[in-house]
């Protein structure tokens, strides 16, 4: 059965769809997906797993999930600072933010902070409540995400 959703949007504040999302999405086993990122027919792909982590985390940009369900084929052709540029603010992203951009856990993004993967503008603003969130600079991210990039 092929899948047709003319229209379908995915949320802009998930820009990065866990290969599992994509699974449902595609109607495509693990196997497939992770075929198509290998061989770039989904162009756009970054493990953010830790270093030094056995199990791939592998995120698949929204658009070109999109584009994949719609027969075209633009995004493959776009640079790598487009493509960053379309998916981060431009300034410094609080971990709660970037959890919910990359769909993974608050810990991920602790972790990655730990191992020096990403980095913090400042210490945390406050121990718990709704101002408890780092800041971390844009350029740490783009680095992690540059270096992590899935290509075929």
């Known amino acids: 059965m092929q899948l047709s959703l003319p229209g379908l949007t995915l949320p802009t504040e998930r820009p990065l769809i866990p290969v599992e999302a994509a699974m449902v ?3 495509r086993d693990e196997d497939e997906v992770l075929g198509a990122v290998e061989s770039g027919t989904l162009a756009w792909a970054w493990d953010i797993r830790r270093e030094g982590a056995d199990r791939r ?3 698949i940009w929204r ?3 999109l584009e994949l369900l719609s027969g075209t084929r633009g995004t493959a052709k776009m640079e790598a600072g487009q493509v960053l ?3 981060l603010p ?3 992203i609080r971990t709660t ?3 919910r951009f990359w769909s993974c856990s608050s810990t991920h993004v602790t972790h ?3 191992d020096g993967q990403l980095t913090a503008v400042a210490a945390r603003e406050a121990g718990s409540g709704p101002n408890s969130f780092t800041r971390i600079e ?3 991210i783009r680095t992690f995400l540059t270096a992590r990039r899935v290509t075929g």
Do not use: Y
Request: overall charge negative.
């Open 25 to 27: 999405l595609l109607d």
């Open 57 to 59: 985390e592998l995120r």
């Open 63 to 65: 658009d070109s999930l």
């Open 85 to 87: 540029a379309s998916m």
């Open 90 to 92: 431009p300034r410094p």
């Open 97 to 99: 933010e970037l959890q």
């Open 112 to 114: 990655l902070l730990e």
């Open 138 to 140: 844009l350029s740490s």
